[in-house]
C-alpha cells in the first residue's frame, strides 16, 4: 500500500478514533433550578462536560433508549425536539394544572401515549389527592383511584406489564405512609402494606419510590416501622411485598430500591448500620455492587455508576476507584442514564471542563494561604461556572503572631477554559 493510501484511510478512520473517546452514555440531571442538563464522559470516566438541555423542567421521565419525557409549562399541548448532538428525543408536554407539586412523580406508559401523576381533585386545590392519567396528545385526563381519597400520595411507578402503577399514599391526616397499587384493568385501588412512620429521604431522587421486580409479581419500598429499641431514620429498612399475599419481607436497613435494568438495587447497611453501599437486592441472594456509597444510578451497560459519596456526587466505571466528583452536594438531586449517539464532529471541538479539584487547585493560588489537602472550601457549580469559596480563619506565624494578612472571599472561573472570570477578597 502506498504512503498516500495509508495516510488517507488514517485521516478517514479519525473521526471513528474521537468517536470512541466520548462515552455513548450519558447522566441527565435536574438540580433545584429546574434545568435539565446532560453530564457526557470520556470512556474511562476521567473527563465530562456538561449541557443544557432544557430550561424549565420541574417533572420529567427519561428512559434508556435516550428519549426523555417532560412537563412544561407551555400553550403546547404536545411537541417534539431532537438534540442532535447527542441523538436525544424530547417529548415536551403541557403540565397538568392539578399535578401535586412537593410529592409527585410521573411515570410513562409510551405505547398508549399515557402519563401517570398524583393531584389534587380540585386544580391548584390543597385538599384530596388521587392517582391521575393523562392521555398527552389530547389532553384528556381522568382521575383513577375514584374509590379512595388520600391525604397524600405520591411517586407512581408504572409496573414492567404495564397493567398496575405502584404509589406512595396516607389514608389518614397523621400521614403515615402507606403503599398501595392501581389496577389498569379492573380499575380496584388496593393498599398492601400497614401504615408506616414517616420515613427522612423521600421522592424519586432519594431512592424511596417504589419499584416493581421483574414479573410485576412484588414491589420494593422504603418503611419505617417502629422497632424495641429502635427508633428515627436508623429504624428504615427496605422491603419487598407480594401484591397477592401481602407478605412482606425486610431486606436489610437502609433506603432504596431503584430499578436497573432487569434487577433491583438500593442502598444497604449492615445490622451494625456502619458499612453500607450500593446492593443488587432483586433477584436475591444479595450482591454487593458498590461499596461506601449512596443514591446509586447504573448505566443501562452496567459499566457506570453516579452516586453520593462523602458530601459529593460523582461518578465512576463500577468497582473501580477511579472517580470524578461533579458537584458537591447541595440537597438531593434526581439523576437518570440514557444510551446517547455522541456527534464527534461537534462534540471533539469542545474543551473539556475542569474537574472540581482541579478548580479549587487554580483557586487556591489567588489567596494568601494555601489550605491543607485535608481541607474542601464549598464550591457552587451551575451555568458550567466555578465559584470557590474561602472561609477567613485566624492564621499565626511561628512567631505566634496573628497573620493579618490572611483574606477570606470566592474566586469565579470558567470550567471549560480554566480561565478566572472573578476574584473577590474581604478583610
Not at 24 to 33: K, M, V, Y
Not at 178 to 206: C, F, N
Not at 242 to 259: A, H, R, V
Not at 317 to 339: E, M, P, Y
Amino acid at each position: 500500500m502506498s504512503i498516500k493510501k495509508i495516510v488517507l484511510s488514517i485521516i478517514f478512520a479519525l473521526p471513528l478514533f474521537l468517536h470512541g473517546q466520548i462515552a455513548n452514555e450519558g447522566l441527565i440531571l435536574r438540580g433545584w433550578s429546574e434545568k435539565l442538563q446532560l453530564y457526557y464522559f470520556d470512556n474511562n470516566i476521567t473527563k465530562f462536560n456538561i449541557v443544557t438541555i432544557l430550561k424549565n423542567c420541574e417533572y420529567y421521565k427519561a428512559f434508556p433508549n435516550g428519549t426523555i419525557y417532560c412537563l412544561v409549562k407551555s400553550s403546547d399541548l404536545y411537541k417534539e425536539q431532537t438534540i442532535p448532538e447527542f441523538g436525544i428525543k424530547l417529548i415536551l408536554i403541557k403540565q397538568p394544572e392539578r399535578i401535586h407539586k412537593w410529592h409527585s412523580h410521573i411515570d410513562v406508559n409510551p405505547a398508549k401515549h399515557e402519563i401517570y401523576y398524583t393531584g389534587y381533585d380540585q386544580p391548584k386545590d390543597t385538599g384530596k389527592i388521587n392517582l391521575y392519567k393523562l392521555k398527552y396528545k389530547t389532553g384528556q385526563e381522568t382521575k383513577l383511584s375514584s374509590d379512595h381519597n388520600f391525604h397524600f400520595a405520591g411517586y407512581p411507578a408504572l409496573s414492567p406489564d404495564n397493567k398496575k402503577i405502584a404509589f406512595y399514599c396516607a389514608i389518614k391526616r397523621q400521614f403515615l405512609t402507606q403503599v398501595a397499587y392501581y389496577d389498569l384493568e379492573t380499575k380496584e385501588t388496593r393498599v398492601i402494606v400497614p401504615p408506616s412512620l414517616p420515613i427522612s429521604r423521600h421522592g424519586p431522587d432519594m431512592g424511596t419510590s417504589p419499584v416493581w421486580n421483574q414479573d410485576s409479581s412484588e414491589i420494593f419500598f422504603t418503611a419505617n416501622y417502629p422497632q424495641k429499641n429502635i427508633s428515627g431514620p436508623n429504624n428504615e429498612k427496605v422491603y419487598k411485598v407480594n401484591i397477592e399475599n401481602k407478605k412482606m419481607q425486610s431486606i436489610g436497613f437502609g433506603f432504596g430500591p431503584l430499578p436497573y435494568n432487569n434487577e433491583v438495587t438500593g442502598t444497604i447497611a449492615t445490622e451494625d448500620k456502619q458499612s453500607g453501599g450500593i446492593w443488587r437486592i432483586s433477584p436475591l441472594p444479595k450482591k454487593l455492587l458498590y461499596s461506601k456509597a449512596v443514591y446509586g444510578r447504573i448505566s443501562p451497560s452496567g459499566k457506570y455508576i453516579a452516586y453520593h459519596y462523602d458530601n459529593g456526587f460523582y461518578v465512576s466505571q463500577i468497582n473501580s476507584h477511579q472517580r470524578i466528583l461533579l458537584k458537591k452536594f447541595v440537597g438531593l438531586h434526581d439523576c437518570a442514564w440514557i444510551s446517547i449517539k455522541p456527534n464527534s464532529a461537534i462534540l471533539n471541538q469542545k474543551k473539556w471542563s475542569l474537574t472540581e479539584p482541579q478548580a479549587v487547585s487554580i483557586a487556591t493560588k489567588y489567596f494568601k494561604r494555601k489550605y491543607d489537602k485535608s481541607f474542601s472550601p464549598p464550591v457552587d457549580f451551575r451555568d458550567n461556572i466555578y465559584t470557590i469559596y474561602f472561609k477567613s480563619s485566624v492564621v499565626r506565624n511561628p512567631e505566634n503572631k496573628i497573620n493579618s494578612n490572611h483574606f477570606s472571599g470566592y474566586v469565579k472561573l470558567d470550567a471549560a477554559s480554566g480561565k478566572i472570570l472573578e476574584v473577590k477578597y474581604y478583610k
